[in-house]
């Protein structure tokens, strides 16, 4: 796989083949539609009489059949749970399987909360593997900052190295295992792109990454893969354009890059709770 | 095993046996909605339909459910004059159900997506 050069080509790379989506049921789910529509998709609605209970989806890509989804388990995805990872108390794997089929699909006009679904994913197999190098780029630091408990949590129960990226509008305190890396980087890409990457910790079916772009104030263009390939040429980009360069001045101090003073409107640090 | 007596079998029997496999089912009820279909279109419906629709869990391979589709199931169909198919195209068109044909259609329905078991179901349209 040749190496991935920025960001922004790491998202081409994980957009993928044409890809159709159909769902079966007495009714059209407006909501899902409406959401599924964001994606590079050709979305379309079959009538069944069955139950609403029991209708589906099935996923086409590249003329070849993909996979199915149930959808009532699947609507979960256009209002994701806010738990953390480790939370089973509340069912959050129904729309895993919608998640999993819309891997390599591109989408567009995608609001921060629906991102968090599969930052969610992305981040519940890194606490399941354990161990492994988790990956998260949150534009600027100070959205970070509410995911600083769950964060520390990740890195002081598990195995996990966790690394951090974001513009510097916001020093966070050191935790251990948590390496920062601060700074707009290369043409401004930290700030710009909104990323979780897992490395799979070892095991490459276990390899994930969302990448997105920020459009307007609260929506993004992106992508998500379970390609191992593809997540390892990011993970190599990152670790090489960003650092670390010896973990064991950095884990203590945090990395400081050159830091752009510059104001960054728009970005309203997604941190508190905005929907 | 009884042989075969008659070449052609009375109606009732030739119906029931058309619905006594779900795959033809569910070809039949697609196309009560749609009226005609494509082999792909039916594989797919199918396919989800066993994977993660009324038959959750089913595992079945989309590419071995076409096959069969077009070796068996829906020519099975064709010959209890229920669909045409034309298998170079690959697509299906229903034939006007009589409303007895229907009503079994529709029972066979609620049994395949209800809770209920057929024989409550049958039990029931007694009265």
């Given at each position: 796989m040749p190496t991935v050069t920025s960001v922004r080509d790491a998202l081409e790379r994980i957009r993928g083949p044409q890809t159709t989506i159909t769902t079966y049921g007495p009714e059209r789910d407006d909501a899902l539609h409406e959401?599924?529509?964001?994606?590079?998709?050709?979305?379309?609605?079959?009538?069944?009489?069955?139950?609403?209970?029991?209708?589906?989806?099935?996923?086409?890509?590249?003329?070849?059949?993909h996979g199915s989804a149930s959808l009532p388990d699947s609507a979960g995805v256009d209002d994701p749970p806010?738990?953390?990872?480790?939370?089973?108390?509340?069912?959050?794997?129904?729309?895993?399987?919608?998640?999993?089929?819309?891997?390599?699909?591109?989408?567009?006009?995608?609001?921060?909360?629906?991102?968090?679904a599969t930052s969610r994913e992305i981040e519940d197999r890194a606490?399941?593997?354990?161990?492994?190098?988790?990956?998260?780029?949150?534009?600027?630091?100070?959205a970070f900052r509410s995911q600083l408990a769950v964060y520390r949590r990740l890195a002081a129960e598990t195995a996990l190295d966790v690394r951090v990226y974001g513009a510097p509008d916001w020093e966070p305190p050191e935790v251990p295992g948590v390496l920062v890396h601060s700074g707009d980087g290369v043409e401004s890409e930290l700030g710009a792109f909104w990323f979780v990457a897992f490395d799979g910790g070892g095991d490459d079916e276990m390899a994930c990454a969302?990448?997105?772009?920020?459009?307007?104030?609260?929506?993004?263009?992106?992508?998500?893969?379970?390609?191992?390939?593809?997540?390892?040429?990011?993970?190599?980009?990152?670790?090489?354009t960003y650092g670390p360069h010896s973990s064991a001045d950095r884990e203590t101090s945090g990395e400081r890059d050159v830091v752009d003073d510059r104001d960054t409107p728009g970005q309203d640090g997604f941190g508190e709770q905005n929907g | 095993m009884t042989t075969m007596a008659t070449a052609h079998e009375d109606p009732l029997s030739e119906y029931l046996r058309a619905l006594a496999h779900p795959y033809r089912r569910v070809v039949l009820y697609?196309?009560?909605?749609?009226?005609?279909?494509?082999?792909?279109?039916?594989?797919?419906?199918?396919?989800?339909?066993?994977?993660?629709?009324?038959?959750?869990?089913?595992?079945?391979?989309?590419?071995?459910?076409?096959?069969?589709?077009?070796?068996?199931?829906?020519?099975?169909?064709?010959?209890?004059?229920?669909?045409?198919?034309?298998?170079?195209?690959?697509?299906?068109?229903?034939?006007?159900?009589?409303?007895?044909?229907?009503?079994?259609?529709?029972?066979?329905l609620d049994a395949d997506t209800g809770a209920e078991s057929v024989d409550h179901l049958l039990a029931r349209r007694d009265d």
């Open positions: 959401f599924l529509e964001r994606f590079d998709v050709e979305l379309s609605h079959e009538r069944l009489p069955i139950p609403a209970s029991q209708s589906y989806l099935t996923v086409r890509r590249d003329g070849t059949y806010r738990n953390p990872p480790w939370d089973d108390t509340v069912e959050t794997a129904g729309y895993r399987e919608l998640t999993a089929l819309l891997a390599g699909t591109a989408f567009t006009s995608v609001q921060r909360r629906h991102l968090l606490w399941r593997v354990g161990r492994g190098t988790l990956y998260a780029g949150f534009q600027s630091l100070s969302l990448v997105a772009e920020q459009e307007t104030d609260d929506t993004y263009r992106g992508a998500w893969t379970y390609d191992p390939a593809v997540v390892r040429a990011f993970t190599a980009y990152l670790d090489e | 697609y196309l009560r909605e749609h009226e005609r279909a494509t082999l792909d279109a039916l594989g797919d419906c199918l396919a989800g339909w066993m994977g993660a629709g009324p038959e959750t869990g089913s595992s079945a391979d989309p590419e071995t459910i076409r096959v069969a589709l077009h070796h068996v199931h829906v020519p099975k169909l064709a010959d209890a004059g229920l669909l045409t198919y034309d298998p170079e195209t690959q697509r299906a068109t229903l034939e006007p159900l009589s409303p007895t044909v229907d009503r079994f259609v529709s029972t066979a």
